[in-house]
């Protein structure tokens, strides 16, 4: 079965230090990989994918991630944290079925402290 | 500016009264979806539809009821609803179902059913 998991409920990193939100897969296929941003009471905003090539990605508000096949991992990271960080990051796989769905993990919840 | 709109944002009804949740996208996107939201399980998709007339059930369908009669347009009804209906439910389009093209979500309708 095709998953993704989010090990931790919550981070917690002081402003300016660097931050890093776990996520692992498990697809079978390519892994069309995304990391999502959810500010309260607002939708969901794209950061960044993983399709092809490097396997460090950069995307949205100096974001970053890490594509690692061998240990199926797509961690996310910054290298200096902001207070307005703050938020629940999603990271999420593309499957390729006939419904072409994301499959989502379970979240984590980003906790940057001034 | 390119976006999916929900409406409402917020709503509480009451169990059995029939409702309607719309989502409006103006990027001419092939690829539409609706998503519910729920503490610990991220998101799950509930219907998903590649183009006009073309709709099928997702992880979750059990309740709903989708169309797609115009491009642009992806409403989702609640026949009867139930208290278990309670979430945050999230519509998104994608340019085409294809693995590498990210979704872009609306804001949200929160729905309360008692």
């Known amino acids: 079965a095709q998953s993704v998991a989010q090990p931790e409920d919550q981070v917690n990193v002081a402003e300016g230090n660097p931050l890093t939100v776990k996520c692992t897969y498990s697809v079978s296929g390519n892994p069309y990989l995304f990391w999502y941003v959810q500010y309260p009471n607002r939708g969901l905003q794209f950061l960044l994918k993983?399709?092809?090539?490097?396997?460090l990605v950069k995307g949205s508000y100096g974001f970053e991630a890490e594509f690692n096949k061998s240990q199926t991992s797509f961690h996310l990271k910054k290298p200096s944290a902001l207070v307005s960080d703050s938020a629940l990051y999603f990271c999420?796989?593309?499957?390729?079925?006939?419904?072409?769905?994301?499959?989502f993990g379970s979240g984590t919840r980003l906790l940057v402290r001034p | 500016e390119a976006q999916v709109t929900q409406n409402p944002r917020y709503l509480i009804t009451v169990t059995g009264k029939k409702l309607t949740v719309t989502c409006s996208q103006n990027?001419?996107?092939?690829?539409m979806s609706w998503y519910r939201q729920d503490p610990g399980l991220g998101l799950r998709q509930i219907y998903y539809?590649?183009?006009?007339?073309?709709?099928d059930k997702g992880d979750v369908p059990e309740g709903y009821k989708v169309s797609r009669k115009e491009k642009r347009n992806f409403p989702l009804i609640l026949e009867s609803p139930s208290p278990n209906q309670t979430s945050l439910y999230f519509c998104a389009s994608s340019l085409n179902f294809g693995g590498n093209t990210e979704a872009f979500f609306g804001q949200g309708t929160r729905l309360t059913v008692v």
């Open positions: 993983y399709i092809t090539g490097d396997n």
């Open positions: 999420a796989v593309r499957v390729e079925d006939s419904s072409y769905k994301l499959i």
């Open positions: 539809s590649m183009n006009v007339e073309v709709t």
């Open positions: 990027m001419n996107h092939e690829y």
